[in-house]
């Protein structure tokens, strides 16, 4: 038997997006995006409302990161998603995080999340879907196997579960994509 919930905005797993981006003075800025992820072959998107002061970055500056929050950056990824840099300038100091510019866009790398997407903005869509072009993936050595490749398992990021408003860590490889399902005849 299954239980109806109605519609709800739900959806697993989703990942908790740090966006990361410079005011007009370079300082840098971080927001926690709970709604985001793949908007089309090479390009992110994520919800951000009108009035966020990463918004008003984004639309200045024409780039943005997304970074992954980590079981490890749980408490300050959370921080920089419940205050605002409208209110609070130094929240991304006040997070402990530091930034080192980004090579490829306008953007802050944030040093304490090892894996950063860096985007060039593409559009704003009238409904607030900010789409992003990834002209870069940098990851910290400490997250790659021995053949180079992102380790999941290392990076451990961590997931946001909408029903519950909880952060969770994924668990144990379970399969491979692509390949699981030829088995059925």
């Known amino acids: 038997m299954r239980k109806n919930f109605g519609a709800k905005t739900w959806l697993y797993p989703m990942p908790v997006l740090i966006v990361g981006t410079y005011d007009e003075g370079e300082n840098p800025n971080a927001m926690n995006a709970a709604w985001g992820g793949i908007y089309d072959t090479g390009l992110v998107m994520v919800c951000l409302a009108d009035d966020h002061k990463t918004t008003e970055n984004i639309r200045k500056t024409g780039a943005f990161t997304l970074s ?28 402990g995080f530091h930034a080192t510019k980004s ?44 053949e180079g490749r992102i380790d999941a398992k290392k990076l451990d990021p961590i997931l946001y579960d909408s029903v519950t408003h909880a952060y969770w860590n994924f668990g144990e490889k379970v399969g491979k994509a692509f390949s699981d399902g030829k088995g059925i005849q």
């Open 68 to 95: 992954f929050a980590t079981r490890e950056t749980v408490v300050p990824c959370d921080y920089v998603g419940i205050v605002s840099a409208n209110d609070v300038p130094d929240k991304f100091a006040r997070a």
């Open 103 to 146: 090579e490829h866009v306008n953007a802050p790398v944030i040093d304490e999340l090892p894996m950063t997407l860096e985007c060039r903005l593409v559009k704003f869509n009238e409904d607030g879907i900010c789409v992003g072009e990834i002209v870069n993936v940098s990851a910290d050595e400490s997250i790659l196997d021995g």
